[in-house]
């Protein structure tokens, strides 16, 4: 009989990766997720039991561990509200109490390599003692220590690409000559797949890591060199100054505020194992351990392949808005609605192809600067800024972050194509973006396309009425361009395929 394990954080960076390799290796996996719409598109999606529900729920939780021999608690916080440290303790006890009541044999954890007798950052404060917590409950606890993990689309390898590759010459704080051990994310992985077979009744932390000790300018100076980029200058001030290095972090790279200050906060200490103990217990991967130098050549090679399998920008997403009324007018709500509506004989699929490869490095189809400029200005206040990119350069699935977008539909009927995207800016109010491609018949060839592009605004309170106001000129400035620039993309991808399909002989 196949071992049921149980995993929370599946829609997250690592949970995400795990749960398939789980699979592969013979388990019977449940997941534990807050919005079961995330997994939709997840290629194992038909192949786990889904529980909807929050870590948060004592009933929840114990209906979820029914029957678990091994439960992977991969959930961290990374937001800085305030109580957040309270809050994760008091989720961490709920999960040990009802995994004790339901029998399960083993709780992992994934927290963070620390040193000892130090004052450690919120966050990592806060790891520590959630794996403090699971390591004194009624059931044996498996924590792994990490430092920082490379891997296509993780917060780390992004914070280490965006700043070398946008600053040839970097003055930076006193951390940057910490040592730090950093991980491939295939290693990670492989001592998470393997810690249900650990011996029953193991109790205790395993450092995990490289073995190769580096700095963060050294880190730094490894992407350039990897990236065939030209040779990077960073400069070590005598001052740590956490607090603006995460500011400045937050305005070069897709990493919102919110989770540079901890990200940087981490590296105020050196990050290295101190044993290596998991030896004695787990084989390394065949080839061994890979060095950071192969991490990174994995992670370049995943993306400019597109095939990046999970990112932090899937981790780090708000918790889902209310499905967006079809009535304008619904339950009295004020909604302020900007519909650009054009009609093209270019046939719906080429199109789809335009609205699904928005933004990134396609961008938005008008103002560029405009955009760039609204960005930096979202970033100042704490907001996810422009420059988050997407997972995938021309395929999007609900959930994935487009900028400061993400996405909340898909919608396909024989009707065409909708695209549903939610802001994730800073406004006052919430903010949908919303661009279809409709068959109208209307095309030389019986087939044409109805481009339908609305902008839908919840106001909240006068200033967000007064939002509104300020921003329309611009919106009379960008969307009709954008309109009309999707539909003469659209047209050269249908010249381009009707060429390949009747070449010139």
């Known amino acids: 009989m196949k071992q049921q394990v149980l995993v929370t954080g599946a829609t997250g960076y690592i949970g995400g990766r795990l749960v398939p390799r789980l699979l592969d290796a013979g388990y019977q996996v449940r997941v534990l997720v807050r919005s079961p719409a995330k997994l939709k598109a997840v290629p194992w999606h038909d192949q786990v039991e889904i ?243 192969s991490a990174l050549q994995l992670a370049l090679g995943k993306m400019a392949s597109g095939e990046v399998e999970t990112s932090w920008t899937n981790a780090s997403q708000a918790p889902p808005s209310d499905p967006l009324p079809s009535d304008p007018e619904w339950a009295g709500q004020t909604v302020f609605v900007d519909e650009r509506t054009r009609s093209t004989d270019v046939a719906p699929e080429h199109v789809w192809r335009v609205i699904e490869g928005i933004g990134g490095a396609n961008g938005w189809y008008s103002w560029p600067a405009a955009w760039a400029i609204r960005g930096v200005l979202d970033k100042l206040v704490g907001g996810a800024g422009h420059n988050r990119g997407r997972r995938h350069a021309d395929r999007l699935v609900v959930g994935d972050a487009v900028d400061w977008w993400r996405v909340e539909a898909i919608e396909d009927s024989p009707a065409g194509k909708v695209l549903r995207l939610r802001a994730e800016m800073r406004v006052p109010g919430e903010a949908w973006l919303e661009l279809s491609a409709l068959a109208d018949g209307g095309g030389a060839a019986g087939v044409g396309t109805t481009y339908r592009q609305r902008a839908i605004y919840f106001p909240r309170g006068l200033s967000g009425k007064l939002y509104w106001w300020l921003v329309l000129p611009f919106h009379g400035l960008i969307f009709p361009s954008m309109a009309r620039k999707i539909i003469q993309r659209a047209a050269a991808y249908q010249s381009s395929s009707m060429v390949t399909r009747n070449p010139v002989t």
């Open 51 to 293: 529980v909807e529900g929050d870590l948060g729920d004592a009933a929840t939780v114990a209906r979820a561990c029914d029957g678990v021999q091994t439960f992977f608690y991969l959930v961290h916080s990374m937001g800085s509200g305030e109580g957040f440290e309270r809050k994760e303790l008091e989720m961490a006890r709920t999960v040990a109490e009802a995994a004790a009541r339901a029998h399960v044999q083993r709780i992992v954890y994934l927290g963070g390599l620390h040193p000892e007798g130090v004052e450690l950052s919120r966050h990592m404060r806060s790891r520590t003692a959630v794996g403090r917590v699971l390591l004194e409950c009624d059931v044996p606890a498996v924590v792994f220590q990490a430092g920082v993990v490379i891997g296509s689309g993780s917060a780390s390898f992004e914070m280490i690409r965006h700043l070398t590759e946008n600053l040839p010459v970097m003055p930076a704080p006193s951390w940057v000559r910490r040592k730090i051990e950093p991980i491939a994310i295939r290693d990670v992985l492989h001592y998470l797949v393997h810690a249900p077979q650990l011996p029953a009744g193991l109790n205790r932390t395993f450092d995990i890591g490289s073995r190769e000790v580096l700095t963060y300018a050294g880190i730094m100076y490894g992407y350039a060199h990897q990236a065939g980029l030209a040779q990077r200058r960073v400069y070590s001030l005598p001052i740590p100054a956490p607090k603006l290095a995460g500011w400045w972090v937050a305005l070069t790279t897709p990493i919102p505020h919110s989770m540079a200050v901890p990200l940087v906060e981490s590296l105020q200490h050196d990050a290295v194992a101190a044993e290596h103990d998991i030896d004695d217990y787990i084989p390394t991967p065949d080839g061994g351990l890979t060095d950071y130098r």
